[in-house]
């Protein structure tokens, strides 16, 4: 059986990893193929990453870059094209919401190959969110649904898709399990010169949350406040890091990770940002895999968005969904230092999911 996954983002790397080594650990089955888009393509956004999740080299590189999100769409679908003619696999493997995976399920579907989506059935409710247009569109189209959870069953129960749908579990967690003993041997507190469980961890990086100067301004100077004296460490995505000097914020940052400011870093790799995450008090982010890294790891986790697509890790875990209105920001920050959350595993968040989505297409595609 020929599978031919496309990445993009930097989440897509931290998905895709354990399904290529569950993949690679049978090749009497799977011949498997690796298309790197170049959605995100700085070395702390992209290289690192392969090499701390130890991803092969891909097969094909598109180099399409940032753009609008019709530029980039179109770039990885007129780059995918002739790949997919070109390799002929039996099924395109897509992960994730980001808009290298709704390029490549339109370009493969188009082209009658089957469309496999592994974490399918996620759903925030707000189309004004690009990924939640990019959720929705996979699902619509893809033949096989991997889901995480139960309520992302229930969510395409109530949309019924085409597609055939199949609880396996969580492969950004698959990556984090397999990962945690390297990042906590990174001791990222201790280089940091911080005391585990002494300090935030900040990430933003949304457009609603970042393309807007008041908005931006506002949350930035709410975890300041609500963070009440703790340090907080803020590795600043490239668009954030952009905004920020655009909008004449930088004196909001701080080069002191012992000060209470907001200690800005640049991008992590992923053992130094999984390890830096462990030994952190709270967790404050506009991210989607954060919150289920959080709830794994038994950090309080603050969402600043008004919805998430991850209602699990809220029911199950130590989430809180903020808003991004100051006075809520400061007090879900002020609840979440207060209580302390356990680490907690939602059914099937067990390491074993990738190894699932290979039996899934060994019995789908008999040899
Ligand atoms: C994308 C995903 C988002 C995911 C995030 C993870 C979409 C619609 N969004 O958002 O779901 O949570 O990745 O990071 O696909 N940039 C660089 N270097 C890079 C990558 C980006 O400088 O390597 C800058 C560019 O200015 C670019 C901007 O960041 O225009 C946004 O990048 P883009 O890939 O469009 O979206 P993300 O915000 O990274």
Redo the contacts with the bound molecule.
Sequence with gaps: MRILSVVG???NFVKVAPIARALAARPDRFEHRLVHTG????GR??DAFFADLNLPDPDYHLGVG?GSHAH?TAAVMLGLEPVLEAVAPDVVLVVG???STLAAALTAKKLGIAVAHVEAGLRSGDMTM??EINRRCVDAISDILFTTDRLADENLARENPPGRIVRVGNVMIDTLLDQLPAASGLDMPTRLGLPAKGYGVLTL?RPANVENRDILADLLDAVRAGADGLPVVFPI???TR?RIEAFGLADRLSDDPHGPGLFATEPLGYREFLGLIHGARVVMTD??GLQEETTVLGVPCVTLRETTERPITVLEGGNRIAGVAPLAVRAAIAEALDRRAEPRRPALWDGHAAQRIADVFCELYPS
């Design positions: 983002a930097r989440p959605q995100h393509y700085d956004m992209s940032s980039q919401d980001v808009n690009p990924e990086h995505h490239p668009r952009g991210s989607g």
